[in-house]
């Protein structure tokens, strides 16, 4: 057996195309252009990166991108003011904190902040505990991303085995959470799990959101399994010349694709589901401060 790859690019695409017919029937229909805030402190490349891509898709999705730089070497204080001031401003109805931030600063912090009805990043624990309630909040980007991609792979979910390998805040517990709501029965793993092969073994979707390269091997994967691969790992390729590097997943692909029946690739996979999941959050959350029914915009 061989699995079908999961093409998160092509899903992005659908996403991002749907958000923006729903942004443009908010202007027509309301005369509200969504605004979505980005800061960034100091120079990372990476950083960099990601937020010229978040500006760039946020104004092909007809939103307002607004982006505000500090120096590397800024307060704290600094960076708080200007969030309350983002906060304070009608015409941001989103603010995204570029992470990480420099030692010197406390993410934590920096997310309780952020208003919890502006918070598309889904991090303040007022959204984690509507999260784990099954209330209605922002929900975290990769691991929305993430859901919807086995959503759309599977389709009825209801009392699937879910085995989640990884307990963060930002990846595993929402990945989790999202997944008992659509009915799985849902385990987490973590450093401390014992037989955490045979738990892979016996899960119908498998997510891995560890942060090891190639963890997860071809044999801890149930034939037919769906496999999901939220890890981002970059390493040295000297075979693609010097200095060149590559990035694979938590998961040995080669391998797990052929006894899954589908997986997320790396890249590819999981990734670009996560800004087409922040521009929705933006909408949602311009719907929300505007007391908008976000069904009114045919999405
Ligand atoms: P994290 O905060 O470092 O959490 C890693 C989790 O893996 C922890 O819960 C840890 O357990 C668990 N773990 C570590 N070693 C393990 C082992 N040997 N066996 C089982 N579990 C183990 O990482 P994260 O932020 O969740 O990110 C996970 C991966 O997703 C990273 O590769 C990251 O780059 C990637 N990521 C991708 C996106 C995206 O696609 N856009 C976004 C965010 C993150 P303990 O809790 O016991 O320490």
């Not at 690019?9 to 749907?18: G, N, P, S």
């Not at 980007?141 to 699937?160: D, F, M, V, Y």
């Not at 694979?248 to 391998?255: A, R």
Request: contains cysteine; aromatic residues 4%; proline residues 5%.
């Amino acid at each position: 057996m061989s699995g079908t790859i999961i093409d998160g690019k092509k899903h992005a695409i659908d996403l991002r195309r749907r958000i923006k017919i729903a942004t443009n029937n908010l202007k027509s229909k309301y005369g509200i252009t969504p605004g979505l805030a980005v800061v960034l402190v100091g120079n990372d490349p990476a950083s960099e990166i990601y937020v010229r891509n978040k500006g760039i898709q946020t104004k092909e999705a007809g939103m307002e991108s607004l982006e505000f730089r500090l120096a590397e070497d800024s307060s704290e204080d600094d960076l708080l003011k200007k969030v309350e001031v983002l906060n304070n401003d009608s015409a941001v109805n989103g603010i995204l904190v570029q992470f990480p931030v420099p030692k010197h600063m406390s993410q934590q912090k920096i997310i309780e902040t952020i208003l919890p009805l502006k918070d598309v990043d889904g991090l303040h624990p007022v959204n984690a505990g509507y999260l784990a309630s099954g209330l209605k909040g922002m929900v975290p980007c990769t691991p929305q991303g993430a859901a919807i991609l086995i959503k759309e792979t599977l389709g009825e979910l209801s009392g699937l085995h879910a085995v989640i390998v990884g307990r963060s805040n930002l990846v595993g517990k929402p990945i989790a959470q999202l997944l008992l709501k659509e009915n799985c029965t849902v385990t987490i793993c973590h450093s401390r799990t014992k037989d955490l092969k045979e738990t892979c073994l016996s899960a119908d979707i498998l997510v891995a959101a560890v942060g090891i390269p190639e963890l997860i091997k071809e044999d801890w994967v149930k034939p037919g399994a769906t496999i999901i691969d939220v890890g981002i790992n970059r390493l040295d390729a000297p075979e693609k010349g010097p200095g060149k590097t590559k990035l694979v997943g938590d998961v040995d692909y080669n391998g797990a694709i052929k006894n899954a029946s589908s997986i997320t690739p790396v890249p590819g996979g999981v990734g670009p589901m996560t800004i087409a999941c922040l521009l929705l959050n933006t909408l949602i959350a311009t719907c929300a401060q505007n007391n908008i029914e976000f069904s009114d915009l045919g999405f």
